[in-house]
């Protein structure tokens, strides 16, 4: 038959198997009595806890026990005797463990075969220590209870301070990105503050440069005006003598006072659009009649661009509450581009009706070229030119100027067109007042 293992060496075999896995916990043990050391070594030899096993390192001193803290401070527990080279040898070492050592989380089981030299009252209250045994009542049990819970309260401790450290390693961190993060945000803040500045330079250089601008348009609308209209006055005079003495130069003559009308109307247009820009227009209103201002100003177009047929269509009695002349200049550039755009022998439609809201519509159409789809939206804003006029001359501050002057007078102006085949744009002002004194 096969040999039965007794039961205890199963268990012990296991035991062994399992405290394998784990390193044993040490215990230093702390006595000048050699019996003493090899007693607690056979008791504490088939023990475990946690699965780990006891391993006891043994010191016959306070001297050598200093000297195995100093290598190996990490020892959870010390079992440690009183009276040994001094008869208080055990309690010095204790004080030069917490106070020069600063060791707070090994756990000291004082063990002491003579209370009375070290009465246990004066002791656990001198002494940092955590439990106080007399040899003569520390049986085996009494002795791993008081290892286990030991054990336990350096195991908490221990997590305590690994936690504390890692707490302050990031505290550490959290302080230095703090400083990062800070030194970051002063940065942003010092380059913000020379964007601005350059912001502020790059702002009274516009506002110099507009003054300049407004300076030179005011120049160039005096200077220029005055030729001009001596220009535009000796062609009418020669269109007089050549109507009699030489009739094939009127056409010529048509076409200079069309330039001058033209140029005319970019220096209002200009003025018109620096002002506007500037916030110094101001505006006159009264009531008047758009049919007989659509008449006035197509009598210059007529006059510059004789191979284009002109008609208009509209109501008789309207009335458009607003400035004459901011009207005149939007419409003016309304039907310049409407010449501008289409090709000569087309006809040009000019017409104004009453909605049934009220409002007075003014509307110039043409069969010109028509603008692409992808170019209606940005049609008005400033500077902004369709695709397929870059072969006309053109500032393209003019449609933007139509839109301001008619968003001025409380109205809207909207675009219909097809590239190809014409365009029409549609101009919505207000009927005046039912009492003029009312200011809109």
């Not at 038959?1 to 199963?10: A, D, Q, S, Y």
């Not at 023990?47 to 010191?59: D, S």
């Not at 022998?345 to 409002?359: R, Y």
């Not at 007078?409 to 014409?422: A, I, K, L, M, N």
């Amino acid at each position: 038959m096969p040999m039965e293992i007794p039961p205890r060496r199963l268990r012990l075999k296991s035991r062994a198997a399992v405290s394998a896995v784990s390193e044993p916990w040490t215990i230093l043990v702390v006595d000048d009595d050699s019996q003493v050391l090899e007693m607690t070594q056979i008791i504490l030899r088939d023990m475990e806890f946690e699965g780990r096993r006891f391993r006891c390192v043994a010191a016959a001193s306070a001297a050598e026990a200093a000297a195995q803290l100093d290598q190996s401070p990490d020892i959870p527990v010390m079992l440690l005797d009183v009276v040994m080279e001094t008869p208080d040898a055990g309690l010095r070492l204790v004080r030069r463990i917490r106070d020069e050592m600063k060791n707070g989380q090994i756990r000291i089981i004082l063990r002491t075969g003579q209370p009375g030299d070290a009465p246990e009252r004066d002791v656990v209250v001198g002494y940092d220590i955590n439990d106080y045994k007399s040899k003569t009542e520390l049986t085996a049990q009494k002795l791993y209870t008081a290892l286990v819970g030991a054990l336990r309260a350096w195991r908490d401790i221990a997590t305590i301070a690994r936690l504390n450290t890692e707490l302050s390693s990031l505290n550490a961190s959290l302080e230095q990105r703090v400083v990062e993060r800070t030194r970051q945000l002063e940065d942003m803040v010092e380059a913000l503050g020379r964007s601005k500045q350059r912001a502020e330079t790059a702002l009274a250089r516009e506002s110099e440069a507009k003054r300049q601008l407004r300076q030179f348009l005011s120049m160039v609308s005096h200077e220029f005006r005055t030729p001009l209209a001596i220009i535009d006055s000796a062609a009418q005079m020669l269109e007089m003598r050549a109507a009699k003495a030489d009739p094939g130069s009127l056409p010529r003559l048509a076409t200079i006072r069309g330039g001058v009308q033209r140029l005319l109307g970019l220096i209002d247009t200009c003025l018109a659009d620096e002002q506007l820009d500037s916030g110094t227009m101001v505006i006159h209103e009264q009531s008047f009649d758009p049919m007989a201002l659509i008449e006035v100003t197509l009598t210059q177009h007529r006059i510059a661009a004789p191979s284009h047929r002109f008609r208009t269509e509209g109501e008789s009695n309207l009335s458009v509450w607003g400035d004459p002349g901011l009207i005149a200049l939007a419409l003016n550039n309304l039907i310049g581009n409407a010449v501008k755009y289409s090709p000569e022998g087309t006809d040009i439609l000019v017409s104004a009706h009453q909605h049934d809201a009220g409002e007075i519509v003014i509307a110039v159409a043409d069969h010109g070229i028509g603008i692409p789809e992808d170019d209606l939206s940005g049609i008005f804003e400033r500077f902004h030119r369709a695709s397929n006029a870059r072969g006309v001359s053109g500032s393209g501050i003019g449609l933007h100027m139509v839109r301001q002057i008619v968003e001025m007078h409380g109205g809207t102006v909207s675009v219909d067109s097809r590239q190809g085949e014409g365009s029409c744009f549609t101009v919505r002002l207000r009927p005046p007042p039912d009492d003029p004194q009312i200011i809109f």
